[in-house]
């Protein structure tokens, strides 16, 4: 690894401290697709999957016990971890995208990996884009592209030097395969599956695309990747976003049966094993000890993976909190989060509120980067907590999470507010059921220290502490960023503009 000298400065209890190096680090980011935060057995004693090598990867390492994703969802998340700014800045105000949409990130936005190529990094993407790119149409409809033709838009424009998989999720067609900007193959069938968790939606599928066979796959190039990275001359970043263990659920014959709760419990004890892949592939490298490894999710458990089926046997996968995918309440959004990044950092827990916005700041932190006012607007370092074994003051001023439905809910400590009466999600009280919402108070306050299963709405007892997180609420969409820093603009569209969200709070 060629040398590559840079500081950090950063404060740890009122102290300036600097960080050097000799290396700049390799940076690998793995992104689960749905995984619950009470799927991982080192967060949670009573579940019924033993994830082995994540609470290996836990020991060794930094675990984040209050950490979450900007959005509930997928689409929304994987453009917040990019670009280090909260989803509903940009055009997508709600939902997710699907396997036709076009590109959701413009090419002028700087992301983490051209953030980082700037730094003199290589970059891939392996895996679950989601965030759309452009097809080669020959009219407006989706089943008339041209998959001969390259792609536009897409991972490559966007900072990575390599990039290998598929547009939308596992159960969202096509399923085409992409290299760089070309499709692998032209769909030669159309395929579905039906099965209670195995479902796939119909749509054209390339040769060369088994869907029990995607999760190994990306592994597997993976770790090639690594190999072949370890005896080049740059620090390489790696951004491994999986398919899994969202639907469809496949676990390969190997972990069938073997969770003891079902398929989705299989497929997770398979997840854990392919980052024991990962894991390993870098311990060949020889770069064990420079390289930084982040395994976290998009999101929380999905009601599509069974959970009143796992719970009536005792497996929890959101743990003890309220909710699921698609919510407003810590179920949603609350995932798993583990940093290792062996021979430069000791282990232990992080118990503040953290968000996967801020890795971008982090890693750009690590290199001795400043972010521009453009950048990285809702992104914090969040390396002083990382350095520091012992608690430190709480590093965001607060949290703002968004639901399927587009409805906010902002974090302060202990206490969280809910912009609106329903879960914003899936789960009761739905945000279209009038009956349900139609005598609850229009907010919802929580004390997440003395009720982290937010059970008692607190709104009407606390209502100056409403006002004050709504206040604040507001003046982050004002500033276009909830960072210090120079204002910016949203992104809005006609369904979505500043006047009206205000007026809805």
Not at 3 to 31: H, Q, R
Not at 71 to 78: A, E, G, K
Not at 425 to 451: C, H, I, R, T, V
Request: charged share 20%.
């Amino acid at each position: 690894m060629k040398n590559y000298l840079f500081t950090s400065l950063f404060i740890v209890n009122g102290l300036n401290v600097v960080y050097a190096s000799a290396d700049k680090p390799n940076i690998i980011f793995i992104l689960s697709d749905d995984m619950g935060y009470g799927d991982m057995s080192c967060l949670n004693q009573t579940s019924k999957i033993n994830t082995t090598n994540l609470d290996g990867m836990a020991a060794e390492g930094v675990v984040f016990t209050d950490a979450h994703s900007s959005s509930s969802v997928s689409t929304p998340t994987r453009y917040g971890i990019l670009t280090g700014r909260y989803n509903w800045r940009s055009t997508l105000k709600s939902s997710v995208l699907d396997g036709y949409s076009k590109a959701l990130i413009p090419s002028g936005r700087e992301t983490i990996a051209s953030m980082l190529r700037k730094q003199g990094y290589t970059t891939a993407a392996i895996g679950k884009w989601h965030l759309g790119w452009n097809w080669n149409n020959i009219d407006s409809g989706k089943n008339k592209i041209n998959y001969s033709k390259p792609i536009k838009n897409g991972p490559t424009s966007l900072g990575f030097d390599y990039f290998y998989g598929f547009c939308g999720s596992l159960d969202m067609p096509p399923y085409v395969y992409v290299e760089n900007d070309n499709p692998t193959a032209v769909p030669d069938t159309v395929t579905q599956n039906k099965g209670k968790y195995s479902w796939w939606r119909k749509g054209p599928t390339s040769p060369d695309f088994k869907h029990e066979e995607v999760l190994p796959n990306i592994i597997e190039r993976a770790c090639n990747y690594i190999s072949q990275k370890s005896v080049k001359s740059q620090p390489y970043f790696l951004y491994l976003p999986l398919p899994a263990p969202h639907t469809p659920i496949l676990p390969s014959e190997e972990f069938r049966g073997k969770s003891g709760i079902g398929e989705y419990g299989d497929y997770v004890l398979m997840v854990d094993a392919m980052v024991g892949k990962v894991l390993e592939a870098v311990k060949a490298s020889g770069e064990e000890d420079n390289t930084i490894i982040v395994f976290t999710a998009d999101n929380g458990c999905s009601p599509a993976a069974g959970i009143t089926e796992m719970e009536e046997q005792g497996h929890h996968p959101n743990h003890i909190y309220r909710g699921n995918k698609a919510d407003l309440f810590d179920g949603g959004h609350r995932i798993p989060c583990i940093l290792r990044w062996k021979g430069r950092v000791s282990p232990h827990k992080v118990n503040q509120t953290i968000c996967l916005t801020d890795f971008y700041a982090t890693f750009a932190d690590v290199n001795g980067y400043k972010l521009a006012d453009t950048e990285g607007e809702d992104s914090y370092s969040l390396l002083p907590a990382i350095y520091s074994v012992q608690e430190i003051p709480s590093i965001r001023e607060a949290t703002v999470h968004h639901s399927i439905a587009g409805e906010f809910t902002i974090r302060q400590g202990r206490w969280k507010l809910l912009l609106s009466a329903s879960s914003g999600g899936w789960s009761f009280p739905k945000p279209n059921d009038k009956k349900a919402l139609q005598n609850l108070p229009p907010m919802q306050l929580y004390d997440m220290y003395s009720d982290p299963k937010e059970t008692r709405n607190l709104v009407e007892e606390f209502p100056e502490k409403a006002n004050e997180l709504k206040s604040l609420m507001i003046k982050y969409i004002k500033d276009g960023r909830s960072t210090p820093g120079k204002p910016q603009k949203n992104d809005f569209v006609k369904q979505w503009k500043q006047k009206d969200k205000l007026e809805q709070l």
